[in-house]
């Protein structure tokens, strides 16, 4: 059995790119054959944490994906048949039943972003020269069913781009929290249904919150797999050399270090090239 196409990239559409800066996030509905479903699901309920092992690790670069990711996270110049022009840069999975609450995480649910609006920096959303640049992007693949109001993840479209801050005591703070219109943004935040086997992808400068998971027909079962440019990186990887190598070529220059100059150019995996 075949899983997982290893098709030319997907170039992102028009309409794609008008809504994802509209909103600052999109969803791509039932990207997974029922078989990829099934085997993808069957690994995160054996216990798989990341995406890097198995039939999971297709999700990393599978085509209906790397054309948009090419498109947000790169330029023309740096995008190559034998290499990504983007990294990976964090995966984990969430098991979720019903009755699942957001207080069991760290944020308990706090709607968030990666760095608060309008301040430069690396990972902010941005457009120029009528180019879309997402900074930080996660992209989330959901394995069950997801219902609206039931407990996806929740965005507050448009904030990626807003230029005011939240109103809160510091404006430094990533997150809503204390600010006097907290429940405004709760009450206005987006919600998304799917089919098992659908993506969503956001840039991490968007609002965006973990909710109950009150579906009582199936668990949430989803992948979050994070992305960033060659030249920037957020999290630390902790991806180890061998696991790595496991992987096709082309996979693991999703890796590699975190440069453009130098040498033949920032094109190749190596064990001395690896992102820390
Ligand atoms: O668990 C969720 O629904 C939200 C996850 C999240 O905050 C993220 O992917 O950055
Ligand atoms: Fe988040």
């Not at 085997?39 to 990341?50: N, S």
């Not at 919150?209 to 920037?232: E, K, L, M, Q």
């Amino acid at each position: 059995m075949t899983l997982f196409a290893s098709a030319a990239p997907v170039p992102m559409t028009e309409e794609q790119k008008f809504f994802f800066d509209l909103r600052g996030w999109i969803l791509l509905p039932s990207l997974l054959t029922p078989a990829e479903i099934e085997a993808a699901k069957a690994e995160v309920y054996a216990g798989a944490k990341q995406s890097y092992e198995g039939v999971l690790q297709n999700l990393l670069d599978h085509p209906a994906i790397t054309g948009i990711l090419s498109e947000i996270l790169s330029e023309d110049p740096f995008v190559g048949d034998e290499y990504y022009g983007f990294r990976c840069e964090g995966s984990f999975t969430t098991v979720r039943p019903p009755g699942w609450s957001k207080m069991q995480r760290g944020d308990q649910g706090m709607p968030h972003v990666v760095r608060p609006p309008q301040q430069a920096n690396a990972m902010r959303y941005q457009v120029a020269g009528n180019k879309i640049f997402a900074g930080l992007t996660r992209v989330v693949w959901e394995l069950e069913e997801v219902k609206a109001g039931q407990g996806g993840t929740t965005f507050l479209s448009g904030s990626h781009k807003t230029h005011f801050n939240y109103g809160g005591p510091d404006r430094w703070r990533p997150n809503i929290g204390e600010s006097p219109w907290e429940n405004q943004m709760r009450a206005m935040m987006d919600e998304y249904s799917c089919p098992p086997g659908s993506v969503v992808i956001f840039t991490e400068s968007l609002v965006h919150a973990a909710n109950d998971w009150t579906n009582p027909n199936n668990p949430r079962c989803a992948v979050f797999n994070c992305y960033n440019s060659i030249w920037a990186q957020w999290h630390l990887v902790n991806l180890s050399h061998e696991k790595i190598m496991a992987m096709p070529p082309k996979r693991r220059t999703l890796f590699r270090g975190t440069w453009a100059l130098g040498g033949n150019g920032n094109y190749v995996y190596a064990e001395d090239n690896r992102a820390l």
